[in-house]
């Protein structure tokens, strides 16, 4: 067997879900590790083996000053770096920071405020170095991981999905709960992985995975409006795991400005 390559899984501001996700791969992860030697871990081992690495996953947003020279130090180490989950490629649900005067808060949390060192906003890996691709979701679709790292360590194009979750609502046969049942849903605007989990049970989509290619945020949150949800609500509907995503972000400012 010829020599494996080597993977690195990093891990800033986040939950720690998304490498739990990687480990939930099982025997996935056993048939993976015949030709990849997993160098650096530390959810799942404290042995480090020294870079250069041929692929970092990386998990969290940058919300410190030391985050943001650890992110750079990771690039220069790793041949392709892949950015995994809600927080890496949009900010996570620390992204609710961005709306607000961080150091407002910083006394009421800490007792000692003078020894918190933080940015103002908490920003995706992609705003601070040159990624390979992004994997989205809160947490990420294991077997789009899977599929994404035998793509890059094979040298060929990874085929991620690039629909809503109302493609895979009308695949799967769920009714729509936007349509038959009246509640918010952000389905339309939201690209798929988690098999429409929430419609599934006759809830709406909170938006997990984040804004799908070119959504119509503003017809979907003229549809709230008709539905009678008040302004306040819809952003709240557009602020959670993807509040920073550039799209979302948008279009919970223009209704915060209508409240």
Known sequence: MGKRLTLAVWKFASCDG????????EDHLLALAEKVEIAYFLEASSAVAPGPYDLSLVEGSITTPEDARRIKQVRRLSKKVVAIGACATA???QGLRNFADVTEY???????????KTLDQSTPIAQHIQVD??????????????????ALL??????????????????????????????????????TGC?????????????????????????????????????????????????????????????????
Do not use: W
């Not at 294991?142 to 994404?148: R, T």
């Open 154 to 191: 094979q040298g060929r194009r990874p085929r991620p999905r690039a629909e809503s979750v109302c493609t895979a609502c009308k695949r799967l046969g769920h009714i729509c709960v936007l349509v038959a049942d009246g509640v918010p849903c952000l389905g339309p605007v939201t690209q």
């Open 106 to 116: 910083i006394p009421i949390v800490y007792a000692h405020p003078e020894y918190i």
């Open 18 to 25: 998304c490498q739990l996700s990687l480990l939930d791969l």
């Open 91 to 93: 900010g996570g649900i």
């Open 195 to 259: 098999g429409a989990l929430c419609p599934a049970y006759h809830r709406g989509c909170y938006g997990c995975f984040g804004p799908k290619e070119q959504p119509n945020t503003a017809s979907l949150a003229a549809q709230f409006r008709r539905l009678g949800v008040a302004e306040a609500d819809i952003v709240r509907l557009f602020r959670t795991f993807n509040a920073a995503a550039e799209a979302f972000r948008l279009e919970s400012l223009a209704h915060e400005k209508n409240d």
């Open 133 to 150: 691709m992004e994997l989205p979701g809160c947490p990420i679709n294991k077997y789009q991981l899977l599929e994404a790292m035998k």
